[in-house]
């Protein structure tokens, strides 16, 4: 089944403590991408990535990183989190950039940081 | 800077009513247009999209069309179901790299 799949869906840490967000698809996709999505502002684009070592930054892209070493994987690092980072997080992906390309979405990681 | 702007919701509809929700976009310049659907406990789907002005975008009998005179791109729907119940989110972009989405507008659907 074609899908995009993070891990874990769930976590609670604290603060100052480094996490990683696992973001992976099956289709072969060129371009991926991470958002949060917190109440009353949509969606946020934190970073994207075009194609394998390709990444670049989104619109809220302090306090993450990320990396594109493989095409299928694309991780959201948290180095020092903090309770601002608390919010839901979709991972998406895409054939590549073109006008008839559909983002395909996670199922989300609802992250709390204390 | 780019940004979206939605009607605030929730919009409470009866079922076979019409729908309509407001999207209005900030940009310089002529994006993609996005219409994305969001069921509970799911990630977000693609709905619908236009890539230039006057393009009407359609999906399982929603419709939005790319205005450029009034930056608009209204979704709207003639007769709702429950099953339609769930957040829409508009969206633009730019050469589909970055994505700008509104804040979301929640649609529930009275039997």
């Known amino acids: 089944e074609a899908q995009v799949t993070q891990n874990p869906r769930y976590l609670i840490t604290v603060t100052g403590k480094k996490l990683t967000v696992t973001c992976s698809q099956n289709?072969?996709?060129?371009?991926m991408s991470w958002y949060r999505q917190d109440p009353g502002l949509g969606l946020r684009q934190i970073y994207y990535?075009?194609?394998?070592?390709?990444?670049d930054k989104g619109d809220v892209p302090e306090g993450y990183k990320v990396s594109r070493k493989e095409k299928r994987n694309f991780p959201l690092i948290l180095e020092s989190p903090s309770p601002n980072q608390t919010s839901l997080y979709f991972c998406?992906?895409?054939?590549?950039?073109?006008?008839?390309?559909?983002?395909?979405f996670g199922p989300g990681t609802r992250l709390t940081v204390l | 800077g780019d940004s979206v702007t939605q009607m605030e919701g929730p919009v409470t509809l009866s079922e076979e009513a019409f729908l309509t929700i407001n999207c209005t976009y900030t940009?310089?310049?002529?994006?993609?247009l996005f219409w994305y659907v969001q069921y509970p406990g799911e990630g977000l789907q693609l709905l619908l999209k236009?890539?230039?002005?006057?393009d009407k975008g359609s999906n399982k009998g929603f419709e939005a069309t790319y205005r450029k005179e009034t930056t608009s791109f209204h979704l709207e729907k003639g007769s709702v179901q429950v099953s339609d119940s769930a957040v829409y989110f508009c969206?633009?972009?730019?050469?589909?790299?970055?994505?700008?989405f509104g804040s979301g507008t929640k649609l529930n659907v009275k039997p």
């Open positions: 236009a890539t230039k002005a006057d």
């Open positions: 969206a633009l972009s730019w050469n589909f790299n970055k994505f700008y």
């Open positions: 289709m072969n996709h060129e371009y």
């Open positions: 990535s075009m194609n394998v070592e390709v990444t």
């Open positions: 940009a310089t310049g002529y994006p993609s």
């Open positions: 998406a992906s895409s054939l590549s950039r073109g006008t008839n390309n559909e983002q395909f």
